[in-house]
Each structure stands twice: as structure tokens, then as C-alpha cells.
């Protein structure tokens, strides 16, 4: 950004140090690792950050072992890139490279979708019949934008009469950019919310949120502009000192609020949204919207033997694993790592850098006859953007501790250009690392 030209030595300094520091830890103690050797089949279903990450890890570790890979997707999507697709600073193909870009030469791609899940008989059957046998199975299948729990929604609608939705794709994320740059232009009602089911990236929201406001700021307009967003609960972010921070920024930004509202339709020629609240149906209206689904496990995960079969995740198919060592309570050769992971926190690509190591040595100590002790503390990060050029890098943990990578140097809950450069510059070296298995 122009704005921060003037930073550009420090700036440029502090990526080579940070980037650089990143991958030498990351590399240096696993090429010392000593391999083992097996003839072990491990299945992983899915090829999104979860599973490229782990299947390029396992590939360095085991020696001799069949690593398949099962997903239909050709393409691999950079998420963390939907909310600057959706600001208009980047082109949506920043986030688009392709599956086999990314994947080890060890291992075999089934070029398919999962369509059944047999952990009895330790197989999976793809969609085409095809049963693909296991010693180990990880399911990292990500999971399923719900739009049909939004009723009158479609994408279709996207980029027309004020319908955004960033969560939906590159393509989708660069259509929401162009309604709400001529929204902010012209002016009118904005309306942000989020589902009540467990989601990937739960800032996100309110980062388009802050977003929006700025450039109406920057175009000045903000006088023209109506904000609300409606969280789903009582309060605005899970971690309540966070959830306290972004009540007072949005107070300060003059963002208005309202509690427990969950939209559950849209009539997209009246422009309103029905929300359910606990006083009944209510309906909000919008000139501007980003709309965001319920999130669920995908088909093939809820309707296997995996997911939580009690407590409030039952409807959401979510796997049901121990919450350190990602291993299935009642299936030990069945792991769960990334989205569809049924844990209290981790829908984020840094939770995954945090979440496979663990699978990855779970799974060579079992092979070795030999037990682990790593765990996983329920790490997410969060790059909060609150304008452009400014962002709080929140990181914290299951019991909802702040745990700040870089204690001293960024503040958590400060609104920091360098905290905005870990989003806009950095972050994308580091995911790429971690998906070769590197950090």
C-alpha cells in the first residue's frame, strides 16, 4: 500500500528476518528426524491445506509407506487471501493454484470424491465404487458451506443488488469486492452477521465488517453508510477479552450491534434478511450484504460412523476426536485434522500448521511401536484487519489465553501496520511452507 512507503526498510527487514527464521525452525529439526520404515497404506481424505500439509510430512518421515491422497478438487484455494480478494487488493487468481501443485511424488491422487466411509472394515469407497483400503486413516476433508440453510439465497445472486459472499470462492470474494466498492460509493444500509454453527475463521466477519467502514471513510462517505452487524450470540468473539476490544471499536466506528440474531433467509427484491432471535422471527434490512452460511461436515463425514454422536455438535457432523492428539475416541486408526475437526477451537490454516505435526507423529510412533506425547492446545490465529493497513494479530489457545508469537514486538490487541503486513505479505510464504511440510 502507498500509505506505508515510507516503512518499506523496516518493513522489508522484518519479513526476511520473520520469513526466514520461520522456515530454518521449521526445517532444521525435521530433516533430523530419522525415517522409518513400514509398508503402512495411510489414507487421507481431502487435499486442502490439512491434508496436503500432512501427506508432504509423512512422505519426509516413512520410508516405503502408501500414501493416498482421495479429492475430487483440481483446484487448491488460498482462504486466507478470500478477504483481500474481497477488499480489492488482490485479483481473485492470488488465491488459485492448482492440487498437484502442491502434493509429494510419493504420494498416489485419487482424482475423486470420498463417497462412503467404512472404519469397521477400514476402507473408503470413492464416488466412482472404487474401495481404497487403509492401515491409517485421516479425514481432512475441510468442510461444507450450508447455502441451503439461507433460504431465497443462491450464488447467483452474488455481485447483484448488494449480495456479497467472500466465504464462497476467489471468483465470488472479487464479485462481493465490486458490490461493496459501489455501495460504499452510493451509500445505504450494511448488514454483517454469521452463523451459529462452529465456522472457519471466525474474525471474518468482522474483518469485511471493519473493512467496509474504512473505505467509506476513505471515499468519504461514512456519513451516507449504515452499518449493524448482528452477531449470532451475546457476544461478538469467543475470547472475551478480544470480544471486548471489538465491542469498543465498533462503538468507537459507530458499527451498531444486535444480540442472538441468526439469519435463516433472504428476499433478495425486498432486500431484507428474516433472522431467528429468541423473541421470534425478525427482519433487518440490507442496501449491502455478506452473506455467510451455516457450516457443516461435509455429506460423506456425517453420514459415516465418525462424527460426535452426542452434545451440540451432533447435527453439524463434525469428527469425533480427543482434542490434543486429534485421534477418533472409538476408531485409534482414524485421525481428524483441520476444518472437520470436531474440537472447541482451530478452523484456521494456522491451526492446521499446529494440528498436523501432531497427526504426523501419532501416526510414525504407532507405525514405529512406539507412543507419542504431542499435543495439540487448541492454537488459532486470527489476523483481525480493522482498516486497511492496520491489523490486531490475535493468537490464542483452548482455555482461551492470548498466546502471542512475538511477545514484546506486536501487541495483540493494538491495531498494528506490522500485524497487517503478517496478513498481506507474510502470511501466504508461510502457508505455502507449510504446505510442502516445511513449517
Not at 433487518?284 to 455467510?292: E, R
Request: hydrophobic share 40%.
Amino acid at each position: 500500500m502507498n500509505n506505508f512507503d515510507h516503512f518499506a526498510p523496516t518493513r522489508r527487514g522484518f519479513l526476511g528476518l520473520a520469513g526466514g527464521a520461520a522456515l530454518i525452525g521449521a526445517v532444521g529439526p525435521d530433516a533430523a528426524r530419522a525415517q522409518v520404515t513400514t509398508s503402512a497404506r495411510i489414507v487421507i481424505i481431502g487435499s486442502g491445506a490439512a491434508g496436503t500439509a500432512l501427506a508432504n510430512r509423512l512422505a519426509d518421515r516413512l520410508d516405503g509407506a502408501k500414501i493416498i491422497v482421495i479429492d475430487g478438487r483440481k483446484e487448491h484455494w488460498y482462504q486466507p487471501g478470500f478477504t483481500l480478494i474481497a477488499a480489492g487488493l488482490k485479483p481473485a487468481d492470488y488465491s488459485v493454484s492448482q492440487t498437484t501443485d502442491w502434493l509429494p511424488r510419493e504420494a498416489e491422487l485419487v482424482a475423486e470424491y470420498a463417497a462412503e466411509i467404512d472404519p469397521e472394515g477400514k476402507k473408503v469407497v470413492t464416488a466412482s465404487g472404487t474401495e481404497v483400503p487403509y492401515d491409517f486413516l485421516v479425514v481432512a476433508s475441510g468442510l461444507t458451506l450450508n447455502w441451503d440453510g439461507i433460504e431465497g439465497f443462491s450464488l447467483d445472486l452474488v455481485g447483484k443488488e448488494g449480495i456479497g459472499a467472500v466465504y464462497a470462492g476467489p471468483d465470488y470474494a472479487a464479485k462481493t469486492w465490486a458490490e461493496m466498492d459501489r455501495f460504499t460509493d452510493t451509500g445505504g444500509q450494511a448488514l454483517f452477521t454469521r452463523p451459529a454453527t462452529e465456522m472457519k475463521c471466525a474474525g471474518a466477519p468482522l474483518k469485511y465488517t471493519f473493512l467496509t467502514d474504512d473505505y467509506a471513510r476513505q471515499k468519504g462517505n461514512r456519513g451516507k453508510v449504515e452499518i449493524t452487524y448482528a452477531a449470532h450470540s451475546k457476544s461478538l468473539f469467543g475470547v472475551p477479552i478480544v470480544n471486548e476490544k471489538v465491542r469498543m471499536l465498533f462503538a468507537d466506528r459507530g458499527v451498531n450491534v444486535v444480540h442472538d440474531y441468526v439469519m435463516k433467509a433472504i428476499d433478495p427484491g425486498k432486500k431484507i434478511a428474516t433472522f431467528s432471535t429468541p423473541e421470534g422471527d425478525q427482519e433487518l434490512p440490507y442496501d449491502f450484504t455478506n452473506v455467510i452460511p451455516p457450516m457443516i461436515a461435509p455429506e460423506v463425514i456425517r453420514n459415516s460412523p465418525l462424527p460426535w454422536q452426542e452434545g451440540k455438535w451432533v447435527d453439524q457432523g463434525w469428527v469425533e476426536v480427543d482434542k490434543e492428539t486429534l485421534r477418533h475416541t472409538r476408531y485409534p486408526d482414524v485421525f481428524a485434522v483441520g476444518d472437520v475437526a470436531g474440537v472447541p477451537k482451530g478452523k484456521t490454516a494456522a491451526s492446521v500448521k499446529w494440528q498436523v505435526p501432531v497427526v504426523e507423529d501419532h501416526i510414525v510412533a504407532q507405525i514405529a511401536g512406539d507412543t507419542a506425547d504431542t499435543t495439540y492446545n487448541g492454537y488459532t490465529s486470527c489476523p483481525l484487519i480493522t482498516r486497511v493497513g492496520r491489523a490486531m494479530l490475535i493468537e490464542f489457545d483452548y482455555n482461551n489465553d492470548l498466546v502471542p508469537s512475538f511477545p514484546g514486538m506486536i501487541a495483540p490487541l493494538e491495531e498494528l501496520w506490522i500485524s497487517w503486513l503478517m496478513k498481506e505479505v507474510a502470511l501466504k510464504a508461510t502457508y505455502n511452507a507449510m504446505l510442502r511440510g516445511r513449517a
